[in-house]
């Protein structure tokens, strides 16, 4: 291997390693791959060296790049139709690194890292990050003041938990017979200190899908050998952990409650009022003036400068005064409607579609590990968007890209 794959390599272990421990990580470190992707398809060279390892740059690589920076071409786009193309056009630049795939796809091929080190790099972050954790609760500490350079968007950090969490999970319940007794272990403990941090932050949205794809996981995982008695215990251990957590978490779900019914009694629901300035009462209000504003513009919607408060006609003015700026509704596929329509509904969906079709369907029968994380990294993202932002801030696309690629890269280099 060239020396300057080797350092490449060590590169991504080391992203892997601080991605959860400080908030430039994910940014920088797609941004180097980036670059150095982009020096690689300059040097005749060396990117000869790279369509040798993957057998030529194949269609599906194209639909793949294609499909993933759909995302950002259609926002940008949505200038043309958007009234208000400035913020249309921010909001294209929040997926800028989208556009990167291909780039980043190309370094780590270039590199060719073991995917086995990049998993075990994630799981000592995950140790590390956990122990500053317990430190923090046994010294009554602001949680955050531990992580350096880290901001206090606890619904951030719930995210790339959530990923990394469940891919740990991934690794530590895989067949695969290069995989030692004690790497699975050392998967097995640092999946749980992913969930334990998970509770640590309040977030309910993160924690139960973490909780759904871990039983998806479990379930595929021990499909040949569950009888009805066994499937019973599963089900039953299942309920006692929600049982559990929504006892451990109680005050959150029922301010959650009160939330909900204080914003539905409300009559007037274009005139603002307190209701709403709620964490889940912002939500449906912006349901509200989202659906609002789909069903006035189904086909191409209105474009990507959508924003909650920019909505007066449907009486959102108020909520710009009284909570901070939202830039999106709270809801990944409530977002395509209201920007793109009907339309950019479907692109958007046949774009997951093929994401899934290539890399978790069409790689589960000879590539297991890489088709169960890619299951694991989709399942994550498309949970987390229902009553939230999934692919809204620069630090979850940033991963979204990264980890996307690795696999994909993985993948290609082995066949």
Known sequence: MPKHSVHISHLIYAYFFAFLLFRGVPDLGCILLALLGMFISLQTGVRHQVLIKIGGWSKQDTWLSLSIASVFVFKLLSMLWSNNPELALKNAIWHIYLITWPLVFLAICYAKPNLIKVLKALSYGMIIITIWNVVAILFQLPFYHLRPGFDLNAGILAELLLVSGTWLLVAATDKSEGLRQHEKWLFAISSGCAWFTLYTTGRRTEWIAFFIVALVIILWRLRRHLTP???????????????????????????????????????????????????????????????????????????????????????????????????????????????????????????????????????????????????????????????????????????????????????????
């Open 229 to 415: 008695t066994r499937t019973l215990i599963l089900f039953g251990a299942g309920v006692c952990m929600l049982v559990t957590f929504f006892y451990l978490r109680q005050e959150r779900f029922l301010l959650a409650y009160q939330e909900a019914i204080s914003y539905l009694q409300q009559p007037n629901k274009e005139v603002f009022n307190q209701s709403m300035a709620t964490s889940v009462g912002a939500r449906l209000e912006m349901y509200r003036l989202g659906i609002s504003a789909f069903l006035d513009n189904p086909i191409l919607g209105i474009g990507a400068g959508a924003r909650p408060y920019l909505l007066p006609e449907y009486g959102g003015g108020g909520l710009g005064g009284v909570l901070f700026h939202h830039r999106h509704f709270h809801s990944e596929y409530l977002q395509a409607l209201v920007e793109g329509g009907v339309i950019w509904a479907v692109i958007f969906a046949t774009a997951i579609a093929y994401f899934i079709k290539k890399m978790v369907i069409e790689k589960h029968a000879n590539e297991n590990l890489i088709s169960m994380l890619s299951f694991a990294l989709v399942a994550c993202f498309m949970m987390a968007g229902t009553v939230s932002a999934s692919l809204i801030y620069n630090q979850p696309v940033a991963t979204f890209v990264v980890f996307s690629a690795l696999l994909w890269a993985t993948s290609r280099t082995n066949n």
